[in-house]
């Protein structure tokens, strides 16, 4: 990385002023220039295809992933991680959040933790596999602990990714492939919580959601998957059965008690007429992919 100041860093000239600005005028600005952040997702598409068919190669022969970042961003990557299981059914192992200053640093600053390069290569020789995928964040692509992590994780032979806001970092040199997400200049200066963290989260909401599809975690546009621990994931976990089987809701509930809440195992029950254990073994044969039994 040169040594510019990234563009992350640098002052944008449409919001000077903005300590003197009306309220109204204040909250349109702040929420106009966030418009950037899904912009800067959809250029960079070509890249985020390239990490999702990486990232879904290595789950699929038993690796997890692991998300890595400092302060915002190390809070999106545990964020992303921490929403899959219950989502999609994975395991809590699954998907790992990992960030500088670990668990404390997720509700208040460590000073000095995103610098700290010796912590990050030792938290990836800790945890990490050669089977592993690790997609460092950083919004400068700066972080030490975040670059010296993914330079680690390649050595030891798993597939490495940066999301970045600008070019030519040294987080996108050290991964095989980066995402480069060009927000430029914050409405507040260097504040990359702002639209450089929002493209960050939609970068994350993609690629996660995309290799969740892509491993057969997804039915239609239905969450088929979707563990239903609270009164609105087990309404939601009822209606899919109504809708996939074409039965009330009183079967519904009955043939997903038997499923032990499970959707894909109770639609597979009611479609081929099987019980619970003959469903999930003609799911664990199609490698869970629904579509067959529809």
Do not use: W
Not at 40 to 50: G, K, L, T
Not at 128 to 152: E, L, M
Not at 257 to 263: F, H, L, M
């Amino acid at each position: 990385m040169s040594d510019a100041l990234p563009a992350t860093e640098a002052r944008n000239r449409d919001s000077a002023d903005l300590d003197v600005l009306a309220t109204p005028d204040l909250v349109a600005l702040i929420a106009r220039d966030q418009a950037h952040a899904a912009t800067a997702v959809e250029s960079a598409a070509p890249a985020i295809v390239r990490v999702v068919d990486a990232v879904c190669e290595r789950l699929t022969r038993g690796g997890r992933l692991h998300y890595v970042g400092a302060g915002t961003s190390g809070r999106l990557g545990v964020l992303d991680a921490s929403e899959l299981p219950p989502t999609f059914g994975v395991p809590f192992d699954f998907a790992c959040g990992h960030i500088a200053g670990g668990d404390a640093a997720l509700t208040r600053a460590i000073e000095g933790a995103e610098d700290d390069g010796a912590a990050g290569a030792a938290m990836v020789e800790g945890c990490v596999t050669a089977n592993d995928a690790v997609i460092g964040i950083s919004a400068s692509g700066g972080a030490a602990y975040v670059v010296r992590a993914i330079a680690r994780a390649g050595e030891i032979g798993a597939y490495t990714a940066a999301i970045v806001n600008v070019s030519g970092s040294s987080l996108a040199g050290a991964a095989r492939d980066a995402v480069v997400l060009e927000t430029g200049a914050e409405v507040l200066t260097g504040s990359t919580r702002l639209k450089a963290g929002t493209a960050q989260k939609i970068a994350l909401n993609v690629i996660s959601t995309a290799v969740m599809v892509r491993l057969g975690k997804v039915y239609d546009n239905l969450m088929v998957d979707v563990v239903a621990t609270n009164a609105k994931l087990r309404a939601r976990a009822l209606r899919l059965v109504q809708l996939l089987c074409s039965v009330d809701a009183e079967r519904a509930q009955a043939v997903l008690d038997a499923a032990s809440g499970r959707v894909k195992v109770a639609v597979v029950m009611a479609r081929r007429g099987v019980d619970a254990a003959k469903a999930n073994a003609l799911l664990e044969r199609e490698r869970g992919f629904l579509r067959k039994f529809l």
